[in-house]
Nanobody, 125 residues
Framework: QVQLVESGGDSVQAGGSLRLSCVAS????????MAWFRQAPGKVREAVAA???????NFAPTVKGRFTLSQDKAENTLYLQMISLKPEDAAMYYC???????????????????WGQGTQVTVSS
């Protein structure tokens, strides 16, 4: 049974930084593509960033240059480091796992088979 547990969400001021964590159980990160999605109130869930088993990453244009992904495979944990946070980054952030490696569709939610419960990020101006 796959389980993803996010943590690290917090309330910060614009320009601040946060690191989100996603601890995975029931899977091995190197065998899965992992991603972060986010959903703000009244908006659709959107892809933020993804990393495949080989370490290749993709980022949404709105976060590229400010967010980075990393993995601790020994701890089976995915991290999303966020800097220069903006009020528009405020959302519930979800970790997701996919057994497929499709770089051209890293943003496609339907390819992800397991989801965490989310961690809340609030950014005040």
């Amino acid at each position: 049974q796959v389980q993803l547990v996010e943590s690290g969400g917090d309330s910060v001021q614009a320009g601040g930084s946060l690191r989100l964590s996603c601890v995975a159980s029931g899977i091995t990160l190197s065998h899965y593509s992992m991603a972060w999605f986010r959903q703000a109130p009244g908006k659709v869930r959107e892809a933020v960033a993804a990393i495949d088993g080989g370490g290749s990453t993709n980022f949404a244009p709105t976060v590229k240059g400010r967010f980075t992904l990393s993995q601790d495979k020994a701890e089976n944990t995915l991290y999303l480091q966020m800097i220069s946070l903006k009020p528009e980054d405020a959302a519930m952030y979800y970790c997701a796992a996919s057994p497929y490696f499709t770089p051209s569709e890293w943003w496609n939610q339907s390819t992800y088979v397991a989801w965490g419960q989310g961690t809340q990020v609030t950014v005040s101006s």
